[in-house]
Each structure stands twice: as structure tokens, then as C-alpha cells.
């Protein structure tokens, strides 16, 4: 059976839809995760930055492929049995929010001090302080390491792969198993695609960057 580039590529598309869904889930948990866990690292209480702490080091200590197959694979021994799309999420998501949770705290550490006491003399609340002055200029510090950071997640979707779930990698191994003598340009493909969408996540952040500075300069 004769088969070409461009007769792989619907099937591509196929598991680029669940990369770039998985990437985009993943991402929004892990900068859930990032914020909570930055914060908490700051908090005045030591329990909060123990738990924190736990989370952060357990996550960043052990291999993003064993926290995959250990809630895919393991969780269900213990009588809970999690979706492949939602463990593949939160595996990831987790993970890769353990790393960001040291971009928020240095990023909020980094405000100039005459900030905080500025928001001190007019007399705002923490949260107003937090939410008002600070959290948005440290914002902008965050900007270009989160953007590294998605750019890492999207490449780590890779792994999902393992626990069969119908990726951009899941397809291309498929078509490489029914025609063996296609690898290479199978693999090139697989490279063209997550190169687009590392690409796009960095000309998307260097926008976001430009629109959140406008104004502050």
C-alpha cells in the first residue's frame, strides 16, 4: 500500500488536538499551582510553608513519568481510577507548578521594598497590597520564565504517550509501527509540529509582555 507525507497528516492533526489540549489544561493548573504555591511559601506560617514545601520538593524530586504512571496506574489500588486525559493533566500540571511556584516567589521578592511600604502607608489591606501593588509587577517578571516554562510542559506532553493516550506522539508511533520504512519523515513531522507549538507560545508571550509593560514604562 502506498502511502505519502501528506496522507499522515490527518492523523497528525488528530493527535495534535489532544497535545495542544492536554498543554493548554496542563498549563492552567500548573500556573494555578505556581501562584497558590509561591504565596504559600511566603506565608508568615510555618505549617503553610511546610505543606508547601512537602509539595514542591516531592514534585520537583521525583520523575514527571512516575508521578504519570502512578497516578494512572497506581491510583486505581486504591480505589481511585482517574480518566487518562485527567491524570495525564494533573500529572503534568502539578509538576511542572512545583517549578513555577519559585518563579512567583522570587518574582514577588523582587518588587522594590519601597513598593510594599508605600502600599503600607496608604493604609491598604494584604490583599490589597498583594493584588493591587505587588502582584502586578511581579507579574511582569514572571512573564518570560512562565513562557519557558510552557514551552518545557508542551514538549513534556510527550510522556502521556506512555499510558495510551492518543497524543501527537501516540499517533505518530502508530504510523510508524503500519509503515516502518517512513520513520524518518514521520519523526520530522513530529519534530515540525511540536517546534510550531513551542514557537507559537513564545511569539504569544513576547506579545503578552509587550501589552502588559505597556502603560508601566
Given at each position: 500500500?502506498?502511502?505519502?507525507v501528506m ?17 493548554v489544561?496542563?498549563?492552567?493548573v ?10 504559600c ?14 509539595y ?16 494512572y496506574?497506581?491510583?486505581p489500588f486504591?480505589g ?23 518563579i ?20 491598604m ?5 498583594m ?33 495510551t493516550?492518543?497524543?501527537l ?13 517512513m520513520?524518518?519523515?514521520?519523526f ?20 503578552v509582555?509587550r ?7
Amino acid at each position: 500500500m502506498d502511502v505519502t507525507v501528506m496522507s499522515m497528516l490527518p492523523l497528525l492533526l488528530e493527535g495534535a488536538k489532544v497535545t495542544v489540549l492536554v498543554a493548554v489544561l496542563s498549563g492552567i493548573v500548573a500556573f494555578a499551582a505556581a501562584v497558590t504555591a509561591g504565596l504559600c511559601k511566603l506565608s508568615r506560617w510555618w505549617v503553610v510553608r511546610t505543606a508547601t514545601a512537602v509539595y514542591v520538593e516531592v514534585f520537583r524530586g521525583t520523575s514527571l513519568l512516575v508521578q504519570l504512571f502512578w497516578l494512572y496506574f497506581a491510583l486505581p489500588f486504591l480505589g481511585v481510577e482517574l480518566p487518562k486525559l485527567l491524570a495525564a493533566v494533573l500529572a503534568v500540571g502539578l509538576n511542572y507548578g512545583a517549578y513555577g511556584s519559585e518563579i512567583v516567589r522570587s518574582s514577588i521578592l523582587a518588587v522594590p521594598k519601597g513598593q510594599w511600604e508605600a502600599a503600607i502607608a496608604l493604609n491598604m489591606t494584604p490583599y490589597e497590597r498583594m493584588t493591587r501593588i505587588i502582584f502586578p509587577q511581579a507579574f511582569l517578571r514572571m512573564l518570560p520564565p512562565f513562557g519557558n516554562l510552557m514551552i518545557e510542559l508542551i514538549k513534556s506532553t510527550s510522556l502521556v504517550y506512555f499510558i495510551t493516550l492518543a497524543d501527537l506522539t501516540y499517533q505518530a508511533m502508530l504510523l510508524r509501527n503500519n509503515y516502518y520504512p517512513m520513520t524518518p519523515y514521520i519523526f520530522s513531522l513530529l519534530l515540525l509540529f511540536y517546534f510550531v507549538m513551542a514557537y507559537t507560545v513564545s511569539l504569544c508571550t513576547r506579545w503578552v509582555e509587550r501589552k502588559a509593560a505597556a502603560g508601566r514604562m
